[in-house]
């Protein structure tokens, strides 16, 4: 039964999702402002983008960021750098993670905002989290080769010189190969469920994760829930059982993310009481859905993780 757990009063709410709500949000004439100038979710090379911490931080100045998130996959090795980097730019750096999980069998991703990077069982959590990132890039190799496309494990490593080994590599790898043009279509023929290249492997419990990131005192926010392919009820199951875990947001807007997107986000946030956050979650040029500095404002009727956030709160005045 695919909607155990959900309560009857979601139940009900189910059809009124789509039809009752819609209207509910567009006569909202609350707009938020402009908030462009804060992005949430960015990677360096500690994981796969592409700049150094430092270099994506002046990146982020050069094109009107105040505020930025970096959330390196499973790492937080990158912040101390990206820190020394913002305070000589005068950009508000928020301590961030997107850490890998495994939930019902599919891969979710869960970025951790304003956390402690050196809480241990965090540390100890992610070291393990990159441990096992080995083993799958093997086992995705390997199920390459079953394809017939040879030495993708050598290959992705050689774009993952400095920072851990992950399925943008592997795109990285297969795009210079010729296998597709660019990473929306590299993403859609492999690397995912039923496609060459998928691994199934186990990452961090959504328990878990959500543990390291709100005992060390951060915010837990469902990174681009657009991405998953899940149906309605299990979206709608995993929004309830997050909430329950103590997960507070969902991006709503975010690189990867379609307009029709932000709307449908914007009503999940409002229905189950979450929280709205927003990132490019840039990895660099060629590599990104969307540049920085570029967001769009969040729809109406959501309220901005970054609301209680005193600091934030200063950039939003001088802004
Ligand atoms: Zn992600
Ligand atoms: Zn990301």
Known sequence: MLLIGLTAEHLAMLDAWYFAMIPALSQDSTALTNYS??????????????????ELVQH??????????????????????????????????????EISVTWRRRTLH????????????????????????????????ASLQKAGIEGSLEGAYRYARKGIIS?????????????ASEMRKVFKRYLVKGKPGYFE??????????????????????????????????????????RALGGKAIEVVTGSHTEAQYQEF????????????Q??????QGLSYMEMGRLPSLPA??????????????AQEQN
């Open 37 to 54: 100038h804060i992005d949430l979710h960015s990677h360096s090379n500690v994981s796969d983008g592409l700049l150094t911490p430092a």
């Open 301 to 314: 009727g959501c309220v901005p993780v970054w609301q209680n956030w005193p600091a934030l709160a200063a």
């Open 110 to 141: 869960i970025v951790g905002l304003g956390i402690d990077p050196e809480y241990p069982p965090l540390v100890e959590g992610l070291r393990q989290i990159r441990a096992g990132r080995r083993t799958r890039a093997e086992g995705m190799a």
């Open 60 to 97: 982020a100045a050069a094109h009107g960021l105040k505020v930025l998130a970096l959330t390196d996959h499973d790492d937080v090795a990158g912040l101390d750098e990206a820190r020394q980097a913002a305070d000589a730019c005068g950009l508000q750096l928020i301590n961030g993670v």
């Open 266 to 277: 914007a009503r999940l946030a409002k229905m189950f009481g979450l929280q709205a956050s």
């Open 201 to 242: 492997h186990h990452w961090a419990s959504l328990e878990d994760a959500l543990s390291w990131i709100i005992n060390s005192g951060g915010t837990a926010v469902i990174a681009h829930p657009g991405r998953y392919d899940m149906g309605r009820p299990s979206m709608l199951e995993l929004m309830e059982e997050f």
């Open 167 to 179: 399925r943008t590599h592997f795109a990285r790898f297969l795009i210079e190969q010729g296998y």
């Open 279 to 284: 990132g490019s979650d840039y990895h660099g």
